[in-house]
Protein backbone atom coordinates (compact mmCIF):
# COMPACT_ATOMS: atom_id res chain seq x y z
CA UNK A 1 0.00 0.00 0.00
CA UNK A 2 0.81 3.78 -0.54
CA UNK A 3 2.70 5.77 1.96
CA UNK A 4 0.59 9.03 2.48
CA UNK A 5 2.41 11.86 3.26
CA UNK A 6 1.47 15.59 3.94
CA UNK A 7 3.95 18.00 2.56
CA UNK A 8 3.31 21.32 4.15
CA UNK A 9 4.06 24.80 1.92
CA UNK A 10 3.55 27.98 2.90
CA UNK A 11 6.77 30.65 2.34
CA UNK A 12 8.42 31.41 -0.91
CA UNK A 13 11.51 29.09 -0.24
CA UNK A 14 9.46 26.09 0.97
CA UNK A 15 7.46 26.08 -2.15
CA UNK A 16 10.71 26.33 -4.29
CA UNK A 17 11.66 23.71 -1.95
CA UNK A 18 8.94 21.26 -2.34
CA UNK A 19 9.50 20.89 -5.82
CA UNK A 20 12.35 18.54 -5.66
CA UNK A 21 10.47 16.07 -3.92
CA UNK A 22 7.51 16.48 -5.93
CA UNK A 23 9.53 15.46 -8.86
CA UNK A 24 10.59 12.72 -7.35
CA UNK A 25 7.56 11.24 -6.32
CA UNK A 26 6.36 11.31 -9.47
CA UNK A 27 9.48 10.36 -11.00
CA UNK A 28 10.28 7.31 -9.29
CA UNK A 29 8.60 7.01 -5.82
CA UNK A 30 4.86 7.12 -7.63
CA UNK A 31 4.30 3.27 -6.67
CA UNK A 32 5.34 3.53 -3.15
CA UNK A 33 4.60 7.19 -2.15
CA UNK A 34 1.03 9.74 -2.29
CA UNK A 35 2.06 13.02 -1.37
CA UNK A 36 -0.72 15.72 -0.89
CA UNK A 37 0.31 19.21 -0.15
CA UNK A 38 -1.46 21.59 2.32
CA UNK A 39 -0.81 25.43 1.57
CA UNK A 40 -0.49 27.75 5.11
CA UNK A 41 -1.42 30.60 2.87
CA UNK A 42 1.50 32.45 4.42
CA UNK A 43 2.77 33.95 1.26
CA UNK A 44 0.09 34.72 -1.36
CA UNK A 45 0.78 37.17 -3.42
CA UNK A 46 1.28 35.64 -6.91
CA UNK A 47 4.91 36.53 -7.75
CA UNK A 48 5.52 34.84 -3.80
CA UNK A 49 3.45 31.65 -4.31
CA UNK A 50 1.19 30.99 -7.47
CA UNK A 51 4.25 31.52 -9.97
CA UNK A 52 6.20 28.66 -8.47
CA UNK A 53 3.57 26.27 -8.49
CA UNK A 54 3.12 27.35 -12.36
CA UNK A 55 6.61 27.46 -13.79
CA UNK A 56 8.44 24.57 -11.19
CA UNK A 57 5.40 22.21 -12.06
CA UNK A 58 4.35 21.48 -8.29
CA UNK A 59 1.49 19.84 -8.05
CA UNK A 60 -1.27 21.96 -7.02
CA UNK A 61 -2.84 22.02 -2.80
CA UNK A 62 -5.31 19.87 -1.63
CA UNK A 63 -5.88 22.39 0.77
CA UNK A 64 -5.16 26.30 1.35
CA UNK A 65 -5.35 27.51 4.67
CA UNK A 66 -4.99 31.08 3.54
CA UNK A 67 -4.08 32.32 6.75
CA UNK A 68 -2.04 35.49 5.16
CA UNK A 69 -0.16 37.81 7.13
CA UNK A 70 -0.17 38.52 11.07
CA UNK A 71 2.04 38.99 14.19
CA UNK A 72 4.40 35.40 15.15
CA UNK A 73 1.19 33.76 17.45
CA UNK A 74 -1.85 34.75 15.50
CA UNK A 75 -0.17 33.40 12.21
CA UNK A 76 1.11 30.20 13.74
CA UNK A 77 -2.30 29.66 16.23
CA UNK A 78 -4.22 30.10 12.33
CA UNK A 79 -1.77 27.23 10.76
CA UNK A 80 -1.88 25.14 14.34
CA UNK A 81 -5.98 24.68 14.01
CA UNK A 82 -6.56 24.34 10.53
CA UNK A 83 -3.66 21.52 9.56
CA UNK A 84 -5.05 19.65 12.80
CA UNK A 85 -8.15 19.07 11.03
CA UNK A 86 -6.72 18.14 7.95
CA UNK A 87 -4.09 15.85 9.52
CA UNK A 88 -7.01 14.26 11.79
CA UNK A 89 -9.13 13.70 7.92
CA UNK A 90 -6.46 13.03 6.18
CA UNK A 91 -4.68 11.01 8.48
CA UNK A 92 -1.29 10.97 6.91
CA UNK A 93 1.75 8.49 7.61
CA UNK A 94 4.01 11.34 8.01
CA UNK A 95 3.91 14.97 7.51
CA UNK A 96 7.05 16.85 5.76
CA UNK A 97 8.17 20.35 6.57
CA UNK A 98 11.11 22.59 4.93
CA UNK A 99 13.41 24.65 6.46
CA UNK A 100 12.14 26.93 9.42
CA UNK A 101 9.60 29.41 9.02
CA UNK A 102 6.00 29.06 10.67
CA UNK A 103 4.59 27.20 8.63
CA UNK A 104 7.00 24.72 9.72
CA UNK A 105 6.62 24.95 13.58
CA UNK A 106 2.87 24.86 12.76
CA UNK A 107 3.50 21.98 10.15
CA UNK A 108 5.62 19.92 13.06
CA UNK A 109 3.76 20.70 16.20
CA UNK A 110 -0.09 20.08 14.93
CA UNK A 111 1.61 16.74 14.16
CA UNK A 112 3.77 15.59 16.55
CA UNK A 113 1.17 16.35 18.86
CA UNK A 114 -1.61 14.04 17.39
CA UNK A 115 1.37 11.34 16.96
CA UNK A 116 1.76 11.84 13.47
CA UNK A 117 5.53 11.23 12.23
CA UNK A 118 7.29 14.46 11.32
CA UNK A 119 10.02 14.26 8.58
CA UNK A 120 11.99 17.34 8.84
CA UNK A 121 13.96 18.67 5.46
CA UNK A 122 16.68 21.00 6.54
CA UNK A 123 17.37 19.80 10.10
CA UNK A 124 20.22 20.69 11.90
CA UNK A 125 21.04 24.35 10.90
CA UNK A 126 21.84 27.16 13.67
CA UNK A 127 22.35 30.14 13.81
CA UNK A 128 22.59 29.99 17.54
CA UNK A 129 20.81 33.24 17.88
CA UNK A 130 17.42 33.05 19.42
CA UNK A 131 16.43 36.65 18.24
CA UNK A 132 16.06 34.80 15.11
CA UNK A 133 12.39 33.66 14.77
CA UNK A 134 13.60 31.25 12.39
CA UNK A 135 16.21 29.99 15.00
CA UNK A 136 13.25 29.11 17.36
CA UNK A 137 11.45 27.30 14.86
CA UNK A 138 14.14 25.14 13.26
CA UNK A 139 15.06 24.64 17.15
CA UNK A 140 12.01 23.02 18.03
CA UNK A 141 10.82 21.46 14.75
CA UNK A 142 14.27 19.28 14.99
CA UNK A 143 13.34 18.47 18.22
CA UNK A 144 10.04 17.02 17.84
CA UNK A 145 10.49 14.87 14.54
CA UNK A 146 11.17 11.14 13.72
CA UNK A 147 12.76 11.47 10.55
CA UNK A 148 15.69 14.50 10.46
CA UNK A 149 17.48 15.26 6.89
CA UNK A 150 20.58 17.42 6.80
CA UNK A 151 21.51 19.39 3.97
CA UNK A 152 25.36 19.74 5.42
CA UNK A 153 28.13 18.16 7.34
CA UNK A 154 27.72 20.94 9.98
CA UNK A 155 23.92 20.03 10.22
CA UNK A 156 24.83 16.17 11.76
CA UNK A 157 27.45 18.36 14.20
CA UNK A 158 24.95 20.65 15.78
CA UNK A 159 22.38 17.90 16.47
CA UNK A 160 24.92 15.20 17.17
CA UNK A 161 25.40 17.95 19.88
CA UNK A 162 22.05 18.64 20.98
CA UNK A 163 22.06 14.71 21.81
CA UNK A 164 20.94 13.23 18.69
CA UNK A 165 22.01 9.68 18.32
CA UNK A 166 23.48 10.04 14.28
CA UNK A 167 24.18 6.03 14.64
CA UNK A 168 20.71 5.10 15.28
CA UNK A 169 20.28 1.94 13.37
CA UNK A 170 16.20 1.23 15.77
CA UNK A 171 13.12 2.10 14.32
CA UNK A 172 12.61 5.60 13.76
CA UNK A 173 10.18 7.25 16.42
CA UNK A 174 9.55 10.66 17.98
CA UNK A 175 11.41 9.13 20.97
CA UNK A 176 14.14 7.49 18.81
CA UNK A 177 14.38 9.97 15.77
CA UNK A 178 17.18 9.29 12.89
CA UNK A 179 19.25 11.67 11.38
CA UNK A 180 20.73 11.45 7.74
CA UNK A 181 23.05 13.87 6.05
CA UNK A 182 21.72 13.55 2.37
CA UNK A 183 22.52 17.07 1.08
CA UNK A 184 20.82 20.08 -0.21
CA UNK A 185 17.11 19.65 -1.92
CA UNK A 186 18.04 22.99 -3.30
CA UNK A 187 21.04 21.83 -5.11
CA UNK A 188 19.24 19.56 -7.01
CA UNK A 189 16.13 22.33 -7.76
CA UNK A 190 19.39 24.92 -9.17
CA UNK A 191 20.66 21.57 -11.05
CA UNK A 192 17.83 20.94 -12.70
CA UNK A 193 16.16 24.30 -13.27
CA UNK A 194 19.55 25.85 -14.43
CA UNK A 195 18.99 24.43 -18.34
CA UNK A 196 15.07 25.34 -18.22
CA UNK A 197 16.16 28.63 -16.75
CA UNK A 198 18.57 29.17 -19.44
CA UNK A 199 16.22 28.37 -22.45
CA UNK A 200 12.95 30.71 -21.25
CA UNK A 201 14.05 33.46 -19.10
CA UNK A 202 14.04 37.20 -20.55
CA UNK A 203 15.02 38.93 -17.36
CA UNK A 204 18.29 40.22 -18.58
CA UNK A 205 17.15 41.26 -21.59
CA UNK A 206 14.18 42.87 -19.97
CA UNK A 207 16.22 45.26 -17.65
CA UNK A 208 18.46 45.94 -19.87
CA UNK A 209 21.13 43.54 -17.96
CA UNK A 210 24.72 42.49 -19.15
CA UNK A 211 26.28 39.77 -18.32
CA UNK A 212 28.74 40.28 -14.98
CA UNK A 213 28.13 43.90 -15.01
CA UNK A 214 25.59 44.17 -12.36
CA UNK A 215 25.13 43.22 -8.77
CA UNK A 216 22.24 40.66 -7.59
CA UNK A 217 20.91 41.61 -4.09
CA UNK A 218 17.68 40.96 -2.00
CA UNK A 219 16.65 41.84 1.31
CA UNK A 220 14.31 40.74 3.86
CA UNK A 221 15.37 39.80 7.40
CA UNK A 222 13.11 41.60 9.85
CA UNK A 223 16.33 42.14 11.91
CA UNK A 224 17.12 44.60 8.63
CA UNK A 225 14.17 45.73 7.35
CA UNK A 226 12.63 46.66 10.73
CA UNK A 227 15.61 48.35 12.31
CA UNK A 228 15.75 51.93 10.80
CA UNK A 229 19.45 52.10 11.26
CA UNK A 230 19.98 48.88 9.25
CA UNK A 231 17.91 49.91 6.41
CA UNK A 232 20.04 53.49 6.06
CA UNK A 233 23.18 51.49 6.01
CA UNK A 234 22.12 48.81 3.89
CA UNK A 235 20.88 51.22 1.06
CA UNK A 236 23.90 53.88 1.82
CA UNK A 237 25.77 50.66 0.95
CA UNK A 238 23.83 49.97 -2.56
CA UNK A 239 24.60 54.06 -3.45
CA UNK A 240 27.92 53.77 -2.40
CA UNK A 241 29.26 50.44 -4.34
CA UNK A 242 26.75 51.11 -7.02
CA UNK A 243 28.31 54.58 -7.84
CA UNK A 244 32.33 53.78 -6.79
CA UNK A 245 32.17 50.37 -9.13
CA UNK A 246 29.90 51.71 -12.07
CA UNK A 247 27.37 48.77 -11.37
CA UNK A 248 23.72 48.51 -11.66
CA UNK A 249 21.98 47.18 -8.27
CA UNK A 250 18.98 44.86 -9.04
CA UNK A 251 17.03 44.14 -6.00
CA UNK A 252 14.17 41.87 -6.92
CA UNK A 253 12.40 43.23 -3.28
CA UNK A 254 10.33 41.29 -1.27
CA UNK A 255 6.78 42.58 -0.40
CA UNK A 256 7.97 43.47 2.93
CA UNK A 257 11.13 45.30 2.08
CA UNK A 258 9.22 47.43 -0.59
CA UNK A 259 6.80 48.03 2.12
CA UNK A 260 8.97 49.82 4.35
CA UNK A 261 11.56 51.45 2.22
CA UNK A 262 10.17 54.85 2.12
CA UNK A 263 9.60 54.92 6.46
CA UNK A 264 13.20 53.07 7.54
CA UNK A 265 14.68 55.01 4.84
CA UNK A 266 16.08 58.88 5.51
CA UNK A 267 14.08 61.26 3.24
CA UNK A 268 17.22 62.46 1.21
CA UNK A 269 18.54 58.17 0.85
CA UNK A 270 15.25 57.45 0.03
CA UNK A 271 15.19 60.02 -2.70
CA UNK A 272 19.14 59.39 -3.76
CA UNK A 273 17.76 55.24 -4.13
CA UNK A 274 14.92 56.44 -6.25
CA UNK A 275 16.64 58.74 -8.08
CA UNK A 276 19.66 56.60 -8.97
CA UNK A 277 20.16 55.55 -12.44
CA UNK A 278 22.07 52.42 -11.11
CA UNK A 279 19.87 51.34 -8.51
CA UNK A 280 16.81 48.91 -10.25
CA UNK A 281 14.11 47.90 -7.74
CA UNK A 282 11.98 45.34 -9.36
CA UNK A 283 9.07 43.32 -8.20
CA UNK A 284 9.88 39.58 -6.45
CA UNK A 285 10.63 37.60 -9.90
CA UNK A 286 10.15 33.47 -10.73
CA UNK A 287 12.47 31.01 -9.82
CA UNK A 288 13.60 30.98 -13.46
CA UNK A 289 14.42 34.71 -13.42
CA UNK A 290 16.42 34.72 -10.24
CA UNK A 291 18.09 31.73 -11.57
CA UNK A 292 19.06 33.78 -14.42
CA UNK A 293 19.71 36.67 -12.39
CA UNK A 294 22.00 34.79 -10.26
CA UNK A 295 24.37 32.75 -13.04
CA UNK A 296 25.00 35.96 -14.97
CA UNK A 297 25.60 38.91 -11.92
CA UNK A 298 29.00 39.79 -11.07
CA UNK A 299 28.38 38.97 -7.60
CA UNK A 300 25.61 38.77 -4.69
CA UNK A 301 24.34 40.94 -1.77
CA UNK A 302 22.20 38.83 0.24
CA UNK A 303 20.42 38.32 3.42
CA UNK A 304 18.52 35.43 2.05
CA UNK A 305 19.73 31.95 3.40
CA UNK A 306 18.61 30.57 -0.37
CA UNK A 307 20.48 33.04 -2.31
CA UNK A 308 23.35 32.85 -0.43
CA UNK A 309 23.89 28.80 -1.40
CA UNK A 310 22.56 29.43 -4.30
CA UNK A 311 25.56 32.08 -5.43
CA UNK A 312 27.47 29.36 -3.84
CA UNK A 313 26.52 26.93 -7.10
CA UNK A 314 26.70 29.37 -9.76
CA UNK A 315 29.88 30.40 -8.46
CA UNK A 316 29.09 34.05 -7.25
CA UNK A 317 30.99 35.71 -4.23
CA UNK A 318 28.45 36.37 -2.00
CA UNK A 319 28.25 39.71 0.71
CA UNK A 320 25.90 38.64 3.78
CA UNK A 321 24.04 41.02 5.11
CA UNK A 322 23.94 39.25 8.52
CA UNK A 323 25.67 38.79 11.61
CA UNK A 324 25.93 34.82 11.55
CA UNK A 325 24.73 32.36 8.66
CA UNK A 326 23.38 28.71 9.06
CA UNK A 327 25.54 28.09 5.86
CA UNK A 328 28.87 28.83 7.56
CA UNK A 329 30.66 26.32 4.75
CA UNK A 330 30.52 29.58 2.23
CA UNK A 331 32.14 31.82 4.61
CA UNK A 332 35.12 29.06 6.13
CA UNK A 333 35.82 28.63 2.61
CA UNK A 334 36.14 32.03 1.56
CA UNK A 335 33.42 32.48 -1.22
CA UNK A 336 30.66 34.69 0.99
CA UNK A 337 31.89 37.03 4.28
CA UNK A 338 28.99 38.19 6.84
CA UNK A 339 29.25 42.16 6.72
CA UNK A 340 25.81 42.36 8.95
CA UNK A 341 23.59 45.54 8.20
CA UNK A 342 27.06 47.51 8.66
CA UNK A 343 27.97 50.16 5.78
CA UNK A 344 31.64 49.71 6.55
CA UNK A 345 31.62 45.90 6.90
CA UNK A 346 29.09 45.58 3.79
CA UNK A 347 31.99 47.96 1.70
CA UNK A 348 34.89 46.63 2.50
CA UNK A 349 33.27 42.88 1.71
CA UNK A 350 32.25 43.82 -1.58
CA UNK A 351 35.55 45.34 -1.74
CA UNK A 352 37.68 42.18 -0.94
CA UNK A 353 35.63 39.92 -2.84
CA UNK A 354 35.71 41.95 -5.93
CA UNK A 355 39.25 42.08 -6.38
CA UNK A 356 39.62 38.35 -4.65
CA UNK A 357 40.51 35.59 -7.61
CA UNK A 358 41.43 32.68 -5.96
CA UNK A 359 37.80 30.92 -5.33
CA UNK A 360 37.27 27.25 -5.29
CA UNK A 361 33.37 25.20 -4.80
CA UNK A 362 33.70 22.13 -3.00
CA UNK A 363 30.85 19.76 -3.08
CA UNK A 364 29.73 20.81 0.16
CA UNK A 365 25.77 20.63 -0.89
CA UNK A 366 25.64 16.60 -2.02
CA UNK A 367 25.32 14.80 -4.93
CA UNK A 368 21.81 16.53 -6.52
CA UNK A 369 19.64 13.50 -5.46
CA UNK A 370 18.59 14.62 -1.85
CA UNK A 371 14.95 14.53 -3.08
CA UNK A 372 15.63 10.84 -3.99
CA UNK A 373 17.11 9.95 -0.92
CA UNK A 374 14.92 11.23 1.68
CA UNK A 375 12.11 9.63 -0.27
CA UNK A 376 13.74 6.29 -0.04
CA UNK A 377 14.46 6.89 3.81
CA UNK A 378 10.42 7.28 3.78
CA UNK A 379 9.64 4.49 2.16
CA UNK A 380 11.69 2.08 4.02
CA UNK A 381 11.43 3.94 7.76
CA UNK A 382 7.89 4.79 8.49
C1 LIG B 1 9.10 34.49 6.10
C2 LIG B 1 9.89 33.60 7.05
C3 LIG B 1 11.36 33.76 6.77
C4 LIG B 1 11.67 33.50 5.30
C5 LIG B 1 10.77 34.35 4.41
C6 LIG B 1 10.98 33.93 2.99
C7 LIG B 1 8.86 33.31 9.27
C8 LIG B 1 8.91 33.69 10.69
N1 LIG B 1 9.67 34.01 8.44
O1 LIG B 1 9.46 35.83 6.37
O2 LIG B 1 12.10 32.82 7.54
O3 LIG B 1 13.01 33.79 5.06
O4 LIG B 1 9.40 34.14 4.76
O5 LIG B 1 10.55 34.88 2.09
O6 LIG B 1 8.11 32.43 8.90
N2 LIG B 1 3.86 39.97 2.47
C9 LIG B 1 3.14 40.37 1.37
N3 LIG B 1 2.75 39.40 0.48
C10 LIG B 1 3.03 38.09 0.64
C11 LIG B 1 3.76 37.71 1.79
C12 LIG B 1 4.17 38.67 2.70
O7 LIG B 1 2.85 41.54 1.16
O8 LIG B 1 2.67 37.27 -0.21
C13 LIG B 1 4.31 41.04 3.42
C14 LIG B 1 3.29 41.35 4.51
O9 LIG B 1 3.38 42.71 4.77
C15 LIG B 1 3.83 40.57 5.69
C16 LIG B 1 5.34 40.64 5.48
O10 LIG B 1 5.50 40.60 4.07
O11 LIG B 1 3.46 41.12 6.91
C17 LIG B 1 6.11 39.53 6.12
O12 LIG B 1 5.61 38.25 5.71
P1 LIG B 1 5.82 36.96 6.65
O13 LIG B 1 5.41 35.74 5.95
O14 LIG B 1 5.25 37.20 7.99
O15 LIG B 1 7.37 36.94 6.91
P2 LIG B 1 8.56 37.03 5.86
O16 LIG B 1 9.35 38.24 6.17
O17 LIG B 1 8.07 36.81 4.50
N1 LIG C 1 13.80 33.85 -4.97
C1 LIG C 1 13.00 33.97 -6.11
N2 LIG C 1 12.67 35.22 -6.54
C2 LIG C 1 13.08 36.35 -5.91
C3 LIG C 1 13.88 36.22 -4.75
C4 LIG C 1 14.21 34.95 -4.31
O1 LIG C 1 12.63 32.96 -6.71
O2 LIG C 1 12.72 37.44 -6.36
C5 LIG C 1 14.16 32.51 -4.49
C6 LIG C 1 15.64 32.28 -4.27
O3 LIG C 1 16.28 31.93 -5.46
C7 LIG C 1 15.65 31.17 -3.25
C8 LIG C 1 14.41 31.45 -2.45
O4 LIG C 1 13.60 32.33 -3.22
O5 LIG C 1 15.55 29.90 -3.85
C9 LIG C 1 14.81 32.10 -1.18
O6 LIG C 1 13.71 32.63 -0.55
P1 LIG C 1 13.79 33.86 0.43
O7 LIG C 1 14.98 34.67 0.15
O8 LIG C 1 12.47 34.49 0.38
O9 LIG C 1 13.90 33.15 1.86
P2 LIG C 1 15.08 32.46 2.69
O10 LIG C 1 15.82 31.53 1.83
O11 LIG C 1 15.93 33.54 3.25
O12 LIG C 1 14.34 31.79 3.80
Keep these: MKKKIITIIGAR ?58 SHGAQT ?21 YGDT ?22 GLRSFNK ?17 LFTPTETGITNLKKEGFAIENVNKASADNPKVYHCGDIMFDNSLYF ?21 VLMTVHRDSNTDVKENMESIFQS ?13 LPLHPRTKGKLETQ ?14 VQIIEPVGFLDIIALEKNARMIVTDSGGLQKESFFFEKPCVILRPQTEWIEIVNNGNALLADADRVRINEAFDALYLKTDYTYPSFYGD ?8 QKIVNEL
Design 102 to 123: NSTIAGALAAAKIRIPVVHVEA
Design 131 to 147: SMPEELNRVACDHMSTL
Design 238 to 250: VVDLSSKYNLPFV
Design 77 to 97: GKMLEGLERIFLDEKPDAVLV
Design 265 to 278: LSSELYQKVMDSNK
Design 13 to 70: PQIIKSSAISRAVKNEFNEQLEEIIVHSGQHYDASMSSIFLEEMSIPQPKYNLGVGSG
Design 368 to 375: GKAAEFIC
Design 194 to 214: SDVSAKKSEILKAHNLTTNDY
